[in-house]
């Protein structure tokens, strides 16, 4: 089955910088590439997403990177602010009907003011 | 749009009663729902897959006649845990997809922190 190994576990920076978060995955036939964002005694949030016929995505302050050869994706939040502090988590899945995410392990994004 | 809420936010039982948890999308129609179980500091671990009007698909190791989940309509399914034991203490998180609608996007709901005393 589908391996998805995150890193880093924990991500601390000062408001403004940058942060990237990467993600590696292991069935070539994996499509979909979703990010979300979970806050603490919250249900995880879709903040941004890839599939695999595009290489980038941006929304504001966040984009998403993806190498298909390599098969790794990124996280990419620029001018950080104290409310970006929390955990994000990444996930692959294959598209049509079996499209249960695997996700990866996590990583903890804290943004000091 | 893609709302999906939980209830109940947070539960108390003793040991050996049950629990039901219920999951519902707001303004889509969710095909299939998914459980997960999380806890602390750790990923999301899926428990169970339920297409609506179809019995749930249950991931390896989790016992199904423990974790009974109902998905009776579009919009409402419900994770019951039967004779509740400490080591079910943990954060139930549903969630909803409509392929048809949003292709390959899960909405998650907000959770429900279970503590079995």
């Known amino acids: 089955g589908e391996n998805v190994e995150q890193h880093p576990s924990t991500l601390s920076v000062q408001e403004g910088d940058s942060a990237v978060i990467k993600c590696t995955y292991s069935d070539s036939a994996s499509n979909y590439f979703p990010w979300y964002k979970q806050e603490l005694g919250k249900g995880p949030q879709l903040i941004i997403d890839i599939r695999s016929n595009v290489g980038e995505k941006k929304d504001q302050r966040i984009a998403v990177t993806l190498n298909k050869t390599a098969k790794h994706f990124s996280l990419h939040i620029t001018e950080t602010q104290p409310e970006d502090s929390a955990v994000y988590f990444c996930a692959a899945s294959k598209g049509g009907g079996s499209y249960i995410p695997t996700f990866g392990r996590g990583t903890s994004l804290i943004v000091h003011p | 749009g893609a709302v999906v809420s939980q209830h109940p936010s947070w539960v108390i039982c003793k040991s050996g009663t049950s629990v039901k948890i219920e999951c519902r999308s707001l303004?889509?129609?969710?095909?299939?729902m998914f459980w997960y179980r999380q806890f602390p500091k750790q990923s999301l671990m899926l428990m169970a897959t339920s297409n609506e009007g179809s019995k749930a698909t249950y991931e390896q190791g989790v016992e199904k006649d423990k974790f009974l989940i109902n998905h009776a309509s579009l919009t409402l399914s419900t994770l019951t845990v039967t004779s509740a034991h400490p080591e079910d203490s943990s954060f139930y998180i549903c969630?909803?997809?409509?392929?048809?609608?949003?292709?390959?996007?899960?909405?998650f709901g907000p959770g429900t922190r279970l503590t079995v005393t």
């Open positions: 303004d889509f129609q969710a095909t299939t």
């Open positions: 969630s909803a997809s409509n392929p048809g609608r949003f292709s390959y996007e899960q909405y």
